[in-house]
């Protein structure tokens, strides 16, 4: 059975950073970052595939990062200068398959979530 159990959620005042884990109960070629708002489509974040190559959404770019340790099956999200928009439920994803780079920012792309975790930035 496949998981995915994300962790490192919480509330910071904007500006600050907080840091999100995806443990994964097994290796998968490509990975992904989503979050959502209640009553809105999921939003991709950003993604990285096995060879590194990562794509970030244009509203993140510059701020947050996206890496994986391959060898714990682990993906992370490190979230610098945080704005009250990046207020939502994020969610880890991942891809049993491969996906051209194009797609990796669309939830449809994805076959396996995690439960989310809430960050919220207060202004």
């Known amino acids: 059975q496949v998981r995915l159990v994300e962790s490192g959620g919480g509330s910071v005042q904007a500006g600050g950073s907080l840091s999100l884990s995806c443990q994964a109960s097994?290796?998968?070629?490509?990975m992904g970052w989503f979050r959502q708002l209640p009553g809105l489509p999921r939003e991709g974040v950003a993604s990285?595939?096995?060879?590194?190559?990562?794509t970030y959404a244009d509203s993140v770019k510059g701020r947050f990062t996206i890496s994986i340790d391959n060898a714990k099956n682990t993906l992370y999200l490190q979230m610098n200068g945080l704005k009250p928009e990046d207020s939502a439920m994020y969610y880890c994803?991942?891809?049993?398959?491969?996906?051209?780079?194009?797609?990796?920012?669309?939830?449809?792309?994805?076959?396996?979530w995690g439960q989310g975790t809430q960050v919220t930035v207060s202004s």
């Open positions: 994803a991942a891809l049993g398959g491969w996906a051209g780079r194009a797609s990796r920012l669309s939830s449809t792309t994805y076959n396996y």
């Open positions: 990285i595939d096995d060879t590194g190559i990562t």
């Open positions: 097994r290796y998968f070629y490509c």
